[in-house]
């Protein structure tokens, strides 16, 4: 009979769990950028979920839940004993853009820093974004590779809907201004004042034309 119930439960988890292995191990890499230990931190979470998966309320969001155990875990283990490593390249970084940058663009209008990281390419987003800091990081992931709201994202970091946002707020401009410096870096872009926007579909057709 117990074996049977655990049986039934191993079941229920997976089913409902293992779906967001992809996004976990994205965010995890992004946090930790380094492959080994974004792995250990995604076996950790499901580890945590798996044992405390009696307290998850069934028919809310699995999702955000296992975002918080993972966000938990890094911030109370992984940065206190991980170091700030080198960028991840070459075949890592390639094996995950495709999942990290999953988010369709926003409305520019209403949002327009986001529009201007969607409509960037990812290569140059991922770099951008492993340079932010950690905080600002953390809320740029949750709520721009992930997709969850402001409450959720709340709910997960455990800070109030004023912080998300205005950690968010700085996040997505310390991303605008590395990416405008990549642009004249990469001379698609005549050097500008600080801040200075940039010409989305210019960036775009010049690097894809390698003009």
Same mark, same amino acid.
């Given at each position: *009979?117990?074996?049977? &119930? ?7 988890? +997976? ?57 938990? &875990? ?9 170091? +700030? ?24 209008? +209403? ?8 409509? =960037? ?43 998300? *946002? ?8 310390? =991303?605008?201004?590395? =990416? ?20 989305? +579909? ?10």
């Amino acid at each position: *009979m117990f074996d049977r &119930t655990a049986d039934r439960t191993r079941n229920e988890f +997976e089913a409902l769990a293992v779906k967001h292995l992809d996004g976990l191990y994205a965010a995890a890499l992004r946090l930790t950028k380094n492959q080994r230990d974004a792995e250990d931190l995604v076996q950790d979470t499901y580890l945590r979920a798996f044992r405390f998966f009696d307290r998850f309320e069934r028919g809310t969001n699995i999702k955000a839940w296992l975002f918080k155990i993972l966000t938990n &875990t890094f911030i109370n283990r992984y940065r206190r004993s991980v170091k +700030e490593r080198s960028l991840v390249d070459g075949p890592e970084q390639q094996a995950v853009q495709e999942r990290v940058i999953s988010r369709e663009a926003t409305d520019q209008a +209403e949002n327009p820093e986001q529009h201007f990281i969607d409509r =960037l390419l990812s290569d140059d987003v991922l770099e951008a974004l492993d340079a932010v800091p950690i905080d600002f990081r953390m809320a740029v992931i949750l709520a721009d590779l992930q997709d969850f709201s402001y409450r959720e994202i709340a709910d997960i970091l455990d800070v109030p809907v004023g912080t998300v *946002m205005s950690r968010l707020f700085r996040g997505r401009r310390l =991303l605008q201004k590395s =990416l405008a410096g990549y642009a004249v870096e990469a001379g698609v872009l005549p050097p500008g004042p600080t801040g200075e926007r940039i010409d989305l +579909e210019e960036y775009r057709r010049k690097r894809n034309s390698g003009a």
